[in-house]
């Protein structure tokens, strides 16, 4: 349902005090669009692990999330990049793309689920474990992605893009979140696996007074990835990123600026 004084801001629903939320409730309440066709939304919220090992091609097709991901990661894409055309009228191309990438990444798209409180209705093999937030960062993303392309199918591309900008709204205002957030992603797993904090270095490495440059790099436990950015906290940053984007259960949110020299980890034991 629209809001007349503005089409592009759809009314959220809200449930009834104490009364659980079904999956199109959902996702009308944090996005703004209830998705009219349920059986096109559970899909939207099953991973194909949900499917079991002995599931057909025809059974995953018909059941859970795949073709809907593709779509999403798509449509999504198209929605960051007019929102970001619209909101930063001074931003060159290069400036748009990095901020473009790090509003798409998993990292993002995993925190934005979680954030909007969409996590619990996904459903996903028991190979993933029982806890949701415990799930890797790429099925949450996935997960969102179809969420995503099921509101487009359903509604359209103006309830798309106001659900985009309301799922994505703390980072866009806040490009920050998604640098502070990989450098909290790694503290925390480095302290969960390995008891310690990660080891960071950072010198200047170049640039003008004006524009300096910053090169970094952060070691946990014998593998070491580099970074590189116009201060010092933005290039340890970019570091923290590279060694996430490495990890398969994270990823790694490019920053808006200086990351996109962000180096592969490497061991420290082959150098």
């Excluded at 990444?105 to 409180?117: K, N, P």
């Excluded at 960062?137 to 359209?156: F, Q, R, W």
């Excluded at 970074?227 to 490019?254: K, Q």
Aim: one cysteine or more; a negative charge; proline letters at 5%.
């Amino acid at each position: 349902m629209a809001d007349a004084a503005d089409p592009f801001r759809l009314s959220a629903e809200t449930p009834a005090e104490g009364r659980p939320l079904d999956q199109a409730s959902a996702v009308a309440a944090a996005l703004g669009h209830r998705v009219g066709d349920a059986r096109l939304l559970s899909r939207a919220f099953t991973h194909a692990s949900r499917c079991g090992a002995q599931a057909s091609l025809a059974e995953k097709l018909r059941d859970a999330n795949e073709r809907l991901e593709f779509l999403g990661d798509a449509v999504l894409g198209a929605a960051i990049a007019q929102l970001l055309f619209e909101r930063f009228p001074d931003a060159d191309e290069g400036q748009l793309s990095r901020l473009r990438s790090t509003l798409a990444s998993r990292a993002t798209l995993a925190r934005a689920i979680e954030a909007i409180g969409l996590l619990p209705y996904c459903l996903a093999g028991a190979q993933m474990g029982p806890r949701h937030d415990a799930w890797p960062d790429s099925v949450k993303a996935n997960l969102m992605e179809s969420v995503l392309a099921a509101i487009h199918l359903d509604g359209g591309w103006d309830p798309l893009r106001v659900a985009v900008a309301r799922l994505l709204a703390p980072w866009i205002d806040d490009p920050e979140a998604g640098r502070r957030d990989a450098r909290m992603r790694l503290q925390e797993w480095s302290l969960e696996h390995h008891k310690r904090l990660p080891d960071y270095t950072c010198e200047r490495s170049g640039g003008s007074d004006h524009q300096p440059e910053f090169s970094s790099s952060v070691t946990v436990a014998g593998r070491t990835a580099d970074g590189r950015g116009t201060s010092r906290r933005r290039a340890e940053a970019a570091a923290a990123e590279a060694f996430l984007a490495d990890m398969p259960d994270h990823g790694g949110a490019v920053g808006t600026e200086g990351t996109e020299n962000a180096a592969q980890p490497r061991s420290t034991d082959a150098d």
